[in-house]
C-alpha cells in the first residue's frame, strides 16, 4: 500500500456505523406501529386491503427485530456528521418502507409510484399518482393521511423524543437539520424535551381539530384524516370532489384556522399557550405572516367584488381558505378557482413559493429568510449611498452576524439551482417546459400543486421523473444543505 492511500484512508472520516444501522432498525419497528390502525381499519371495514398492510407490518416487524437484536455498537454516541448522514437516510428508510402496502394492495403501484407517492406523503408535499380518490381503498387513504402527519412535525424529531440515546451531539445536529428555518429555538434545555414539547402540541392540535370537524358534518373517518392532512399542512384531502360538506363553512372555517395555525412557528405557538401572546406578537416573523395573509386576501376579495360576485360565502371564506391553504403549501383549492381573475393567480403563486414561519409545518422559502434578504438588501442600499456607516442587520432585536447572511444567500443560490436543474431534467424527459418547472416548484417547496397534464394526478410523469421529484421533495424538506452536503468531499474526510 502506497503512503499516499494510507494517508487517504486516514483521512476518511469514520462513522459509527452498527448504532446508524441499530437506529434504523428501530425506525422500522416504529413504522411497523403506524401502520397498525389502517390495518385494523382495513380489517374490520374493508376486509380487502389488511393482508398487504399486515405483510407490510410483518416485513417492518421481522427486520427490525432482526436488527435490534444482531447488531451490537460498542460505542452508542453519534457525532454530528452522524447525525447529518441519519437523518438523510431516515426519510429514504420510511418511504421505502411506507410505500410497501401501495404495492402490495389492489392499486398495485410499481417501484417508482409507489416511492413518489410515499415520499411525497411524509414530506407533505401532497402531490399524488392517485386522481379519483373516491376508488382509493379507504384503509390505504387512512395509510397516506398517516404519513404526512408524521412528516408534518419530522420523523426526526419524532424519533430523537422517542429514542434517550439520540440526546447527543448527533441528536441535536438532527434535530438542526431537519427543523426548518435559519435559526432553531429550543422549548427545554435537553433536545428530547423539546422534540417531546413539539409533538405533545402536534397531537393536541390535531386531536382538537379532529373533534371539531366530527362534531360538525364530516363523519369519523372523514375527520380524522381531515384533521391529519390540515394540521401537517400535507393537503391530501379525504373528501371526493361530490361532498357538499366539505364545501361547507362549517368545515372550511375550522380548517382555515387549523390551517394559518400549522403555519405558526412551534416554538410560538407554546408561548401563547402560557399566555405569552405578546411575544408571540413580538416576532416580526409571525407579523409578517399575519399581514401577509389579511393584504392578500383583502386584495383577492376587491378583485371579486369588481368581477361582479356577490355571494358573501364566496367573497368572505374562499379568498381567505385559498389564502391561507397557499401560504402554508397545504395544496387545497377551492372549487371555482378557474373562474378566478387571472391576476390573482400570480399572487397565490408568490405566496406558494415564500411559505409561512419557520418551524412549521409548511413548505416553500419561509417567510424568515424573505425578511432576512429584504433587510439585507435595504442595507446595502444603504451602504451605497453612506459606504463609511455600518448598518447591522436586526431580527427582533437581535443583531445578526455576517455568516447567518452568507448562509440564507447560499440557501437561495442553491435553491433556484436545483430548480433550474430540476426542471431541465423533467423537460427532457418529455414534459412540457412550463409545466415540468411548476411540478419541480411545487415539489421542491413541498406545495403539491400542479397544472396542465399534472392536474388530476402525477402518474403522466415518467417514473424516472417520479425518482427525480422525490429526491427535490426530501431536498426540500430538509431545506436543501442537508442533503447537499453529502455530495460533498468534505464531509466524508476527518
Avoid at 385 to 393: A, D, F, G, S, T
Avoid at 465 to 475: E, P, Q, T
Wanted: proline letters at 4%; charged letters at 15%.
Amino acid at each position: 500500500m502506497s503512503i499516499r492511500t494510507a494517508s487517504r484512508r486516514r483521512r476518511r472520516m469514520k462513522f459509527n456505523v452498527p448504532e446508524l444501522v441499530r437506529i434504523a432498525g428501530f425506525l422500522t419497528l416504529i413504522e411497523g406501529v403506524f401502520m397498525l390502525p389502517p390495518f385494523l381499519y382495513a380489517l374490520i371495514r374493508e376486509r380487502g386491503e389488511w393482508m398487504a398492510f399486515g405483510i407490510s407490518i410483518l416485513i417492518c416487524v421481522v427486520i427490525g427485530v432482526a436488527i435490534i437484536t444482531t447488531v451490537k455498537p460498542r460505542v452508542k454516541d453519534m457525532g454530528k456528521r452522524d447525525g447529518v448522514l441519519l437523518t438523510a437516510f431516515v426519510w429514504v428508510i420510511f418511504s421505502l418502507f411506507g410505500m410497501l402496502p401501495f404495492m402490495l394492495c389492489d392499486v398495485h403501484l410499481n417501484f417508482c409510484e409507489a416511492f413518489f407517492e410515499a415520499m411525497s406523503g411524509f414530506t407533505t408535499t401532497g402531490a399524488s399518482v392517485f386522481g379519483d380518490i373516491s376508488d382509493l381503498p379507504r384503509g390505504l387513504h387512512l395509510w397516506r393521511c398517516i404519513m404526512q402527519w408524521l412528516g408534518g412535525v419530522g420523523i426526526i424529531i419524532f424519533t430523537v423524543a422517542l429514542l434517550p440515546m439520540l440526546n447527543s451531539a448527533g441528536g441535536v445536529q438532527m434535530f438542526n437539520a431537519e427543523s426548518t428555518g435559519i435559526t432553531h429555538d429550543k422549548l427545554q434545555p435537553r433536545v428530547s424535551q423539546t422534540a417531546k414539547r413539539m409533538w405533545l402540541i402536534y397531537c393536541v392540535l390535531t386531536l382538537a381539530l379532529g373533534l371539531i370537524l366530527w362534531i360538525g358534518p364530516l363523519p369519523l373517518y372523514e375527520s380524522v384524516c381531515q384533521s391529519l392532512s390540515t394540521v401537517s399542512t400535507g393537503g391530501l384531502n379525504s373528501c371526493s370532489a361530490d361532498n357538499t360538506a366539505w364545501s361547507s363553512p362549517v368545515v372550511r372555517i375550522p380548517v382555515i384556522i387549523f390551517m394559518f395555525i400549522g403555519g405558526v412557528n412551534f416554538v410560538l405557538i407554546y408561548r401563547a399557550s402560557l399566555g405569552q401572546v405578546r411575544k408571540v406578537w413580538a416576532d416580526v416573523n409571525f407579523r409578517t405572516y399575519t399581514r401577509a395573509v389579511v393584504l392578500v386576501t383583502l386584495f383577492i376579495i376587491a378583485v371579486l367584488l369588481i368581477d361582479g360576485e356577490r355571494d358573501v360565502e364566496k367573497i368572505l371564506i374562499e379568498p381567505l381558505f385559498q389564502v391561507v391553504s397557499s401560504i402554508t403549501s397545504t395544496g387545497y383549492t377551492v372549487d371555482d378557482l378557474d373562474s378566478w381573475n387571472e391576476v390573482v393567480i400570480p399572487v397565490l403563486l408568490v405566496l406558494l413559493i415564500m411559505g409561512a414561519c419557520a418551524g412549521s409545518t409548511s413548505g416553500g422559502i419561509k417567510i424568515d429568510r424573505v425578511i432576512f434578504m429584504v433587510k439585507n438588501a435595504r442595507n446595502e442600499l444603504r451602504k451605497f449611498v453612506n459606504p463609511n456607516r455600518y448598518y447591522p442587520l436586526t431580527i427582533n432585536g437581535t443583531v445578526k452576524p455576517p455568516e447567518l447572511v452568507m448562509k440564507v444567500t447560499s440557501f437561495f443560490v442553491f435553491y433556484v439551482l436545483i430548480l433550474i436543474a430540476g426542471g431541465v431534467v423533467i423537460t427532457a424527459m418529455g414534459m412540457p417546459l412550463s409545466d415540468a418547472y411548476f411540478v419541480t416548484l411545487s415539489c421542491i417547496g413541498n406545495t403539491g400543486l400542479s397544472v396542465g397534464p399534472t392536474a388530476e394526478s402525477y402518474a403522466v410523469v415518467p417514473d424516472a421523473g417520479k425518482l427525480v421529484l422525490s429526491v427535490i421533495m426530501l431536498v426540500g424538506r430538509l431545506e436543501i444543505f442537508t442533503i447537499i452536503i453529502l455530495v460533498t468531499r468534505n464531509f466524508w474526510r476527518r
